[in-house]
Structure formats: structure tokens, C-alpha cells
């Protein structure tokens, strides 16, 4: 890891009867990208890739030094920061991703790549690693752990795996929820809410996010009432200004401001389209 660059955090986050799950989080200047490890007794399932090249070399090197094979890599969605870092660090195992993931990689992975390594250089990868699986929803069993495998439509992407681990009430939301931080919002919110609100409602106590550290269920309804609002909010701002502070003035609290400065001038450009 560059000395230039801030460190990431890196642990475990549940712990129980030899079953491990690891969350490795880049610093908020890279958007807090959390992606995850779920130890069995014989292998790694890893989600997601991380974005830049430093942080994805060094969540393989934690994967590594778990000394366990990498079964498999799911690919959650299809937005650069998570499925650049798979280029840089998960070239050799085989990754799954939803259908719809794949098909935009192939149509737009190597066109989002030229374009970020004109602006980041060398911590964008130097290839796009397309996932060689298509994820059949519905149940899987890997090194003995039951796998509830769903694709959400139409909530903060086109399409989103969620994972469930009905054995230990874990569920991987990934970018569900950007874990006490601002969120990446969307013009048509309906259904990622009311997919939140299922979330909140089921059996699951802990959710794995794709920004953030991991959330509990308090968390999921915090982002329906986040998003609830931002709904509200864009219907009435006067513009992608007064949108942006009227998030920071309700949500002081959230970290991760900067993904405001992506997600909201985005917003604006679709309704001028
Ligand atoms: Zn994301």
C-alpha cells in the first residue's frame, strides 16, 4: 500500500462457530467501498472487488492471508467502484454476477475504464475482468452454507444481488445501503424503499453494505427515511444546489458528502434530457 494513500479498515464482523465474516472498507476519500468475506471451515466467498487498484490489491492480500482458497467472487452490480478492483485483484477465481451485471460490462466495462483512467491514471485497472457466471436466483449451498440468491430491479441500479445467509439472519445488501453515510440517490426511489422495507421486516439482524461499516436493521429504516425524504426533496428543490444542501442540513450526521457531487448533478441531467 502506497504511504500516500490512507489506510483502509479491515476486520471481522461475525464470528460464530468457525463461520467468519470479513468486512474491508476503503477510506471515506474513496468512497468507504465495503466489500466482504464469508470464511467457512474450507473455503472464501468474497463479494465485490473494491474501486482503485491499491485497495483491491490489498482486500486480496487480506483474502490471501486467511490462507483458504477463493471459491467464488459475487459481483453485487454493476457500478465501477465495485467491479473495477476485480481487474486489478480477482483476475483468477471465478466471479458471478447477475445476467444483467454482465451484460452491461460487456457493453459499457471497457468504455468507463478508458474514460476513469484518463482522470485517475494508474488507480484505475489496466483491464476489465468479466464474471463468467450468470447468478441463478434462488437457493445455493457453498462449503456447507445455505445461499439465498435474489436480483433486485430498479433500486440504486438496474440490478443489485442481495444475498442472504438465512443460517446466521446476515444479509449482503450492498449498495441497499450506504451505511451512515449520504446516499447515491436516484431519481425513482419506490422500490429500493419499499425492497428496504422487506429488509427491515425480515428475518436478518445484520446487513452488509456497500459503503460503510455493516448496519444493523435500525440502520436499513434510517436509509428508507433518507431516501423517503430525498424523494420528497428533489420533487421541490430549486435546483441540484438547494437539493445537495437540503440533504446536509437533514442529515448532518451521514458521512461520505462526496458521493452528493457524483449522484446529484446525474439527477439534474435526467430531468433536462
Ligand atoms: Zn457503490
Redesign the pocket.
Known amino acids: 500500500m502506497s504511504e500516500q494513500l490512507p489506510p483502509p479498515s479491515a476486520g471481522v464482523v461475525f464470528d460464530r462457530d468457525g463461520l467468519r465474516i470479513h468486512t474491508f472498507t476503503a477510506p471515506e476519500a474513496f468512497?468507504a467501498?465495503s466489500t466482504h468475506i464469508i470464511e467457512t471451515a474450507n473455503a472464501l466467498v468474497v463479494v465485490d472487488g473494491q474501486f482503485v487498484v491499491p485497495y483491491a490489491r490489498a482486500f486480496r492480500a487480506y483474502a490471501d492471508g486467511l490462507g483458504k482458497p477463493i471459491e467464488r467472487v459475487f459481483l453485487s452490480h454493476a457500478?465501477v467502484?465495485?467491479f473495477f478492483g476485480l481487474g486489478a485483484a480477482f483476475a483468477d477465481v471465478p466471479i458471478h454476477a447477475p445476467a444483467q451485471t454482465i451484460a452491461t460490462l460487456d457493453r459499457e466495462g471497457e468504455s468507463l475504464r478508458v474514460e476513469r483512467a484518463q482522470q485517475y491514471g494508474p488507480l484505475v485497472p489496466d483491464r476489465i475482468v468479466m464474471p463468467q457466471h450468470a447468478v441463478i436466483p434462488g437457493v445455493e449451498t457453498i462449503d456447507g452454507l445455505k445461499y439465498e440468491l435474489a436480483v433486485v430491479a430498479g433500486a440504486e441500479c438496474g440490478a443489485q444481488l442481495v444475498i442472504t445467509l438465512p443460517d446466521i439472519a446476515v444479509t449482503v445488501a450492498q449498495?441497499l445501503i450506504y451505511s451512515g453515510a449520504h446516499v447515491?440517490v436516484t431519481r425513482d426511489t419506490q422500490n429500493w424503499i419499499s425492497t428496504l422495507g422487506l429488509l427491515a421486516e425480515s428475518a436478518s439482524t445484520l446487513f452488509l453494505a456497500?459503503?460503510g461499516p455493516v448496519a444493523d436493521t435500525a440502520e436499513v429504516r434510517r436509509t428508507i427515511d433518507y431516501l423517503t425524504f430525498a424523494q420528497q426533496t428533489l420533487a421541490t428543490a430549486a435546483d441540484p444546489q438547494a437539493f445537495k444542501a437540503a440533504l446536509l442540513a437533514a442529515y448532518p450526521e451521514r458521512t461520505g458528502a462526496v458521493i452528493l457531487d457524483i449522484c446529484v448533478p446525474r439527477l439534474y441531467a435526467e430531468t433536462s434530457e
Open positions: 468512497l467501498n457500478h467502484d465495485h449498495d447515491y456497500g459503503h
